[in-house]
């Protein structure tokens, strides 16, 4: 090491331009990456550097938008928790910005998130995301933080004010007589009634109003199936049989195709797993919808999502904005000795015992004791691109041996809720 000449080392690898160039895309993929993983405070801390920079950069604006929204979301539901961060575990400046979220009150927040994307709004009318996010941001903030919004934001200077009026009166002075403005208040505020109704409704009313939800149809004629999943695990130790699951992935993608046909529902299969038999097209835009429907799915409440301009373009490309996540798993228990003695622990029991008095009972005890025991599942979540929203989620239960017709069967009721009228 002692022999090695200092003045031969090198500043940069490559020429320096290209360094800051590659560390400058790098440092936006980072926004990019934390909206997805839905760490916020993050996300404004690293746009907010870059913005010095960049200060008219449009995609650097906006995430510091979507990440107020985010925040005020997840604070107004009461899941906070999801997306927190502990402040003690972040070092450096950052550290500040987590803090900062840690304390702020919901109410506090969702008026700040309100007039930002307010102002992002007007400086880019265009934008339908952002033009959703506010909507969205600002019904929810009267559906959960102000009861009266129309007193709450009056401009009228005799009243006697809390800071938090005092702060809603100035900040919102230009808009608080705006149409637009207050069309969402009224909005939120009919949202609000709604909401106080629902929560009003008891256990076995609600579970009655899902049942008739889930009993109508979605009415739609076409869809896309995004990387379809086929899967067999062990019931014994839930270990995943790869060979066995991998061989009947593409039966199950040629399956779901015959049988569409038979429901007559136009579907379209993209697959990000087999770059073989899906075009490069395809394949870029299945990445993009798996990461739009993990963040719906990550979310589970109406919330636009970071990415929503980009996939919309999708929906005219495959001539549908419904997309299906599909997945069937096939559960084998295997019988032992000790399942055998587990039945003495339940109604089986008696079967046992009737055995013994009745033997033409021993075929049928001994497919119960003995026999491997099997669960199919398919589980569906249908989704929405134009409307960011889940429209349906439902999942078919047979206790039988995989088969290409139990399959198919449960493939097709499936289809067939899809398909049915509203």
Same mark, same amino acid.
């Given at each position: 090491?002692?022999?090695?000449?200092?003045?031969?080392?090198?500043?940069?690898?490559?020429?320096?331009?290209?360094?800051?160039?590659?560390?400058?895309?790098?440092?936006?993929?980072?926004?990019?990456?934390?909206?997805?993983?839905?760490?916020?405070?993050?996300?404004?801390? +690293?746009?907010?550097? &870059?913005? $010095? =920079? #960049? *200060?008219?950069? %449009?995609? /650097?604006?906006?995430?510091?938008?979507?990440?107020?929204?985010?925040?005020?979301?997840?604070?107004?539901?009461?899941?906070?928790?999801?997306?927190?961060?502990?402040?003690?575990?972040?070092?450096?400046?950052?550290?500040?910005?987590?803090?900062?979220?840690?304390?702020?009150?919901?109410?506090?927040?969702?008026?700040?998130?309100?007039? +930002?994307?307010?102002? &992002?709004? $007007? =400086? #880019? *009318?265009?934008? %339908?995301? /952002?033009?959703?996010?506010?909507?969205?941001?600002?019904?929810?903030?009267?559906?959960?933080?102000?009861?009266?919004?129309?007193?709450?934001?009056?401009?009228?200077?005799?009243?006697?004010?809390?800071?938090?009026?005092?702060?809603?009166?100035?900040?919102?002075?230009?808009?608080?007589?705006?149409?637009?403005?207050?069309?969402?208040?009224?909005?939120?505020?009919?949202?609000?009634?709604?909401?106080?109704?629902?929560?009003?409704?008891?256990?076995?009313?609600?579970?009655?109003?899902?049942?008739?939800?889930?009993?109508?149809?979605?009415?739609?004629?076409?869809?896309?199936?995004?990387?379809?999943?086929?899967?067999?695990?062990?019931?014994?130790?839930?270990?995943?049989?790869?060979?066995?699951?991998?061989?009947?992935?593409?039966?199950?993608?040629?399956?779901?195709?015959?049988?569409?046909?038979?429901?007559?529902?136009?579907?379209?299969?993209?697959?990000?797993?087999?770059?073989?038999?899906?075009?490069?097209?395809?394949?870029?835009?299945?990445?993009?919808?798996?990461?739009?429907?993990?963040?719906?799915?990550?979310?589970?409440?109406?919330?636009?999502?970071?990415?929503?301009?980009?996939?919309?373009?999708?929906?005219?490309?495959?001539?549908?904005?419904?997309?299906?996540?599909?997945?069937?798993?096939?559960?084998?228990?295997?019988?032992?000795?000790?399942?055998?003695?587990?039945?003495?622990?339940?109604?089986?029991?008696?079967?046992?015992?009737?055995?013994?008095?009745?033997?033409?009972?021993?075929?049928?005890?001994?497919?119960?004791?003995?026999?491997?025991?099997?669960?199919?599942?398919?589980?569906?979540?249908?989704?929405?691109?134009?409307?960011?929203?889940?429209?349906?989620?439902?999942?078919?239960?047979?206790?039988?041996?995989?088969?290409?017709?139990?399959?198919?069967?449960?493939?097709?009721?499936?289809?067939?809720?899809?398909?049915?009228?509203?």
């Amino acid at each position: 090491m002692l022999d090695k000449k200092l003045d031969d080392r090198k500043d940069f690898i490559v020429s320096e331009d290209e360094f800051h160039r590659t560390q400058t895309l790098a440092r936006f993929e980072l926004c990019e990456i934390l909206l997805g993983i839905r760490s916020y405070p993050a996300a404004i801390y +690293h746009a907010q550097l &870059l913005l $010095k =920079k #960049y *200060p008219e950069n %449009k995609f /650097l604006q906006t995430t510091i938008g979507y990440s107020l929204y985010g925040l005020s979301q997840y604070k107004n539901v009461e899941r906070y928790d999801e997306v927190y961060t502990d402040y003690k575990e972040v070092e450096g400046e950052m550290q500040q910005v987590f803090h900062l979220f840690h304390r702020i009150k919901p109410q506090n927040l969702a008026l700040i998130t309100s007039r +930002h994307l307010w102002n &992002l709004h $007007k =400086k #880019y *009318p265009n934008d %339908k995301q /952002l033009e959703l996010m506010l909507r969205d941001q600002i019904e929810d903030m009267v559906i959960y933080q102000i009861e009266d919004p129309l007193d709450f934001f009056s401009p009228n200077e005799m009243r006697v004010d809390t800071s938090l009026h005092k702060y809603a009166r100035i900040a919102f002075r230009e808009i608080n007589e705006d149409p637009v403005f207050l069309k969402m208040l009224k909005d939120g505020k009919k949202y609000r009634t709604k909401f106080e109704k629902d929560k009003k409704l008891s256990k076995r009313q609600k579970k009655k109003k899902k049942k008739t939800k889930e009993k109508q149809g979605l009415g739609l004629n076409k869809v896309v199936y995004l990387s379809p999943k086929f899967y067999r695990v062990n019931g014994r130790n839930f270990s995943l049989n790869y060979l066995y699951s991998e061989k009947r992935q593409a039966q199950y993608h040629k399956l779901i195709s015959k049988t569409a046909k038979k429901a007559k529902l136009k579907a379209k299969i993209i697959d990000t797993r087999n770059s073989q038999s899906t075009k490069a097209k395809d394949f870029n835009n299945a990445t993009l919808l798996k990461s739009w429907s993990s963040e719906m799915l990550d979310h589970d409440m109406y919330m636009i999502t970071h990415n929503y301009n980009q996939v919309q373009p999708l929906a005219k490309l495959y001539n549908t904005p419904n997309i299906v996540l599909m997945s069937s798993l096939t559960v084998k228990t295997p019988k032992s000795l000790g399942n055998v003695l587990l039945l003495f622990t339940d109604g089986s029991a008696y079967l046992l015992i009737g055995t013994v008095f009745y033997p033409y009972l021993l075929p049928y005890t001994y497919s119960i004791a003995f026999k491997p025991q099997f669960e199919n599942w398919t589980v569906s979540t249908v989704l929405d691109i134009e409307n960011n929203q889940i429209l349906r989620r439902t999942k078919n239960i047979f206790k039988q041996k995989a088969n290409k017709h139990i399959i198919q069967m449960s493939l097709y009721e499936s289809m067939q809720k899809i398909k049915k009228p509203k």
